[in-house]
């Protein structure tokens, strides 16, 4: 069992970041896959990065070079860096956990825990 929330979303101006975090509260967290997806309106859910316990990473092709994931096991939390943002980037971004990879990083049907969403608006 994990608890995710996440923080970090808000305004901001086309070409300019913003880093999402994941704060995960649950002491096997290090053995965990974690991922970021994003809902934008009209539009399903689509996964925007993952990492999984060994470090291997997954990245959306709209988004590789610009975001990057990271994971510090430390401290129980998960980021993503956000870079150069476009408008097509908003959405609502959630944070979610995977307690065994049955399929791959980016098959979003393996994650069984799920944050709440935090909103990321990106102005033209």
């Known amino acids: 069992q994990v608890q995710l929330v996440e923080s970090g979303g808000g305004l901001v101006q086309a070409g300019g970041s913003l880093r999402l975090s994941c704060a995960a509260a649950?002491?096997?967290?290090?053995?965990?896959?974690m991922g970021w997806f994003r809902q934008a309106p009209g539009k399903k859910r689509e996964v925007v990065a993952a990492i999984s316990w060994s470090g291997n990473i997954y990245y959306a092709d709209s988004v590789k070079g610009r975001f990057t994931i990271s994971r510090d096991n430390a401290k129980n939390t998960v980021h993503l860096q956000m870079n150069s943002l476009k408008p097509e980037d908003t959405a609502v971004y959630y944070c979610?956990?995977?307690?065994?990879?049955?399929?791959?990083?980016?098959?979003?049907?393996?994650?069984?825990?799920w944050g709440q969403g935090t909103q990321v608006t990106v102005s033209s």
């Open positions: 649950g002491r096997t967290f290090s053995s965990y896959a």
């Open positions: 979610a956990a995977a307690s065994s990879l049955r399929r791959g990083l980016d098959v979003q049907s393996n994650y069984d825990y």
